[in-house]
């Protein structure tokens, strides 16, 4: 599968792209959609020389535990004891090809996302979908007869949710755009996400009821966040607070010096003293003019400390001397 409208080129090609987009998930700016993936495989990883260290020094049951302290329960009163686990379930994969599925369509739909609203709200959508995707999950097990037999025995885990929503969120907001897929050619992504959808609609009566239970939950929060962007509601706004909040306790953020605009006739006649000054010394405390500080802390507000370029932030630094 691949972008119908987009190409992907340049040095190393398409694989050594993604390989240096994933080695520095956490290093570029905006980069919201390959952070999720690195957690996502990281976790994975972890897990599974866990599993294998584990089941090889006879205490596979150890391993069991853990899997069920980070898995989501249908029960209520097993989730009241642990509901971190809302959270803990979408980042957690046991099967290769259940993780290797997931992160391929995250990755295609997700730069759909990055591509139109950043990658901001590519981390919006797959953390909503999967918290809306396991709260459905536990809904529709405890309130539909047909699962009540299941209830104390099931667990969920797995991406899936936070990926429809991902899926779903795309086709709302580009229906049209197209991927070409292999043996059918290009198909506009708003019927990829439909067929997925009835796909999972059709198997909540089955083994992984479940799971396809929350792709719908996920899928739902995925049209919904998009209709809503669409009419100036940004549902991902405690999202990115609840990140920034946690980001404040390790990100050390600079002293930035409060200043001002000046009006034209202001900075006409600033240029002209700190001209004078020059003449008259020979030297300036800095090379850094204010109209350069006001770009740079306009350049804050609007996007943050870390949008800031080497140099600017060497300017500020410099300004603040």
């Known amino acids: 599968m691949y972008f119908g409208n987009q190409q992907y080129g340049g040095r190393g090609g398409f694989g050594s792209g993604i390989l240096d987009e994933f080695k520095n998930a956490f290093k570029q700016y905006d980069n919201g959609l390959m952070q999720i993936i690195f957690i996502n495989v990281a976790v994975f990883v972890v897990m599974m020389l866990l599993r294998v260290i584990l089941i090889l020094s006879g205490s596979e049951s150890v391993y069991t535990s853990i899997i069920g302290m980070l898995a989501i329960p249908a029960s209520i009163t097993s989730f009241l004891h642990q509901p971190w686990t809302l959270i803990t379930y979408f980042f ?50 405890n309130l539909v007869p047909f699962f009540a037999n299941r209830v104390d025995a099931s667990v969920m885990l797995g ?12 086709a709302t907001l580009a229906p049209n755009y197209t ?57 991902g706004k405690p999202v990115h607070w609840f990140i920034s909040f946690v980001k404040s306790f390790f990100v050390r953020q600079p002293k930035v010096r409060v200043t001002y605009k000046k009006s ?13 000054s020059s003449t008259t010394s020979g030297s300036t405390p800095s090379n850094v003019s204010q109209d350069e500080i006001d770009s ?25 001397k």
Do not use: C
């Open 296 to 320: 740079i802390l306009d350049k804050i507000s609007q996007s943050g400390y870390e949008s800031l370029s080497k140099e600017e932030k060497q300017k500020l630094f410099n300004a603040g």
């Open 92 to 141: 957690l994969h046991e099967g290769f090809m259940h993780i290797l599925f997931n992160m391929l369509f995250l990755y295609w739909f997700g730069l759909i996302i990055k591509e139109f609203l950043g990658g901001g709200k590519v981390i919006s959508l797959y953390v909503l979908g999967g918290i809306i995707g396991g709260l459905f999950y536990l809904l529709i097990y």
């Open 159 to 170: 991406a899936s949710a936070g990926v429809y929503a991902v899926v779903v969120g795309a």
């Open 179 to 235: 991927m070409h897929l292999l043996f059918l050619g290009p198909v506009r992504i708003k019927y990829i996400a439909l067929f997925y959808v009835f796909l999972s609609f059709a198997q909540t009566t089955g083994a992984n009821a479940g799971g396809n239970l929350a792709h719908l939950g996920g899928a739902a929060l995925g049209f919904i966040f998009i209709k809503q962007l669409q009419s100036g509601v940004d549902l």
């Open 264 to 276: 034209t006739s202001e900075k006409t006649s600033s240029k002209k003293q700190t001209s004078s």
